[in-house]
């Protein structure tokens, strides 16, 4: 049974700092793509960060980029997002998401890590 | 940056027909996938590559594209579909970007 499961949420001041991280199980990990979702209380989805099979594909988000970096390691079968310089609106539950083999799109999620950024 | 434009909501009553459309200057050129996502729940696909639907998806739910729009259709809408749905897609301009589109609350009267 394929499964992604998010840690490291939690509540932190703005301007700090914050790692998510997403250990998956049930597939070979470093087949596929693998992505940050998020969803501020009450919106909608928004990307955040994207990264392919082995690193050498990545993107972020133009409210993300500069402040956010994503990595995988693909021996730990795992997916990171460092997060600085965190501000307010960077509140949102966080999902780590599989992207499909051939088609781009979000085929796996976990059930998100709640990050809120408030003093 | 590109964006996916959507109506905020549709109000259907049950049995009757629920469209959702979802408009972005890219999806000539690339496909449109669809989520359903009820409260508490992590989105859950529903169509993909436009017009095709995943095992197990009513086949009341289906897809359509024509030019910049992509649509969403329930047909003989059920109290079950009640829920906010959001179409997505990826940048066609070469770098590895994806967006969502900005969300459909369908509410069944």
Redesign the interface.
Known sequence: EVQVVESGGGLVQPGRSLRLSCVASGFTFDEYAMHWVRQAPGKGLEWVSGVNWNSGRIGYADSVKGRFTISRDNAKNSLYLEMNSLRAEDTALYYCARMGLLLSFFDYWGQGTLVTVSS | ?YELTQPPSVSVSPGQTARITCSGDALPH??A?W?Q?KPGQ??V?VI??DTERPSGIPERISGSSSGTTVTLTISGVQAEDEA?Y?C???DSSG?????????TKVTVL
């Open positions: 940056s690339q496909y996938y989520y996502q992590a989105p696909m993909y590559k906010d959001y997505q897609s990826a770098t590895y970007r994806f967006v969502f589109g900005t969300g």
